[in-house]
């Protein structure tokens, strides 16, 4: 019996960890590939992020696209970083508290053509030129979100893979969407400082993985836990965010970049 606990214990880490698998047909598309942090837009906002023009501009040049999905007051699926419209539009006002129709008096960044767009606006306009990152944000419709997010990628004819921060939404990728590419974005325990200690250690450390089985690991650029690096000796795919300096693509199988203008292809 004690040798049978040992070898659990020994086990545990493993078990907790292990990353889902997916074939070679599956991440081929994202492999060695860069991709536009919230489109190619520009540092100083003048094409700014998440907009139509820094999608449209991404696709162009060939790079991979990586974006960010929510839900507005009216369940539309608006591509939007922040829980809030105050960076961007400036509004202090969270983005469900307006129906989409409202959203569009607003102007991203200050600009006098560029307006927060609806998800499957943007992807009309890629129309599967370029691999894209979907980001869902967390929030209390996640679910919703989920459900309407994975409806527009079902129907879009080009090469799509799904994150979040937030392991439940991973989670129901994997029981809802089994077919489709699913990863977990993390960062190290230290960076969830407003979190409590175990939260911080369950997501720094990669151990809600045990639920979610993600198949890629997107880390911000920083030291990695070393559970975190296991799920990656274990096979789960490496994507960094958010790089400003092409060395970032070494060691990495996918780089999400913002700020320069890499290669967008490094394999």
């Not at 970032?248 to 780089?255: I, L, S, T």
């Amino acid at each position: 019996m004690k040798k049978r606990n040992i070898l659990f214990l020994a086990a545990l880490p493993f078990l907790l960890v292990a990353p889902g698998r997916a074939t070679e047909e599956k991440t081929a598309p994202f492999m060695g590939r860069n991709f536009a942090h919230r489109g190619l837009h520009k540092q100083d906002q003048t094409i700014p992020e998440n907009s139509m023009r820094a999608f449209g501009l991404a696709a162009e040049k060939g790079y991979g696209i990586e974006l960010d999905v929510q839900l507005t007051k009216d369940g539309q699926v608006v591509v939007f970083h922040d829980d809030t419209l105050e960076r961007m539009c400036g509004v202090n006002a969270r983005v469900d508290e307006f129906t989409f129709a409202d959203l569009q008096n607003l102007k991203l960044a200050g600009s006098s053509e560029d307006k927060i767009p609806l998800f499957s606006d943007v992807l009309v306009l890629v129309n599967g030129r370029s691999p894209m990152i979907v980001e869902l944000k967390s929030g209390p419709r996640k679910e919703e979100l989920c459900e309407k997010t994975l409806k527009l990628l079902e129907s879009y004819k080009g090469d799509t893979c799904v994150e979040s921060f937030d392991p439940s939404i991973v989670t129901w990728f994997r029981f809802h969407a089994p077919k489709m590419l699913r990863g977990q974005l993390t960062m190290n325990p230290e960076s969830y400082s407003k979190l409590s200690l175990i939260w911080q250690q369950v997501l720094g450390n990669s151990l809600a993985n045990i639920m979610a089985r993600p198949q890629f690991i997107a880390h911000q650029i920083s030291e990695k836990a070393p559970l975190t690096k296991l799920s990656e000796k274990m096979g789960a795919m490496r994507i960094c965010w958010t790089s400003h300096d092409p060395s970032n693509e070494e060691g990495n199988d996918a780089v999400i970049f913002e700020y320069y203008e890499p290669k967008p292809k490094y394999r």
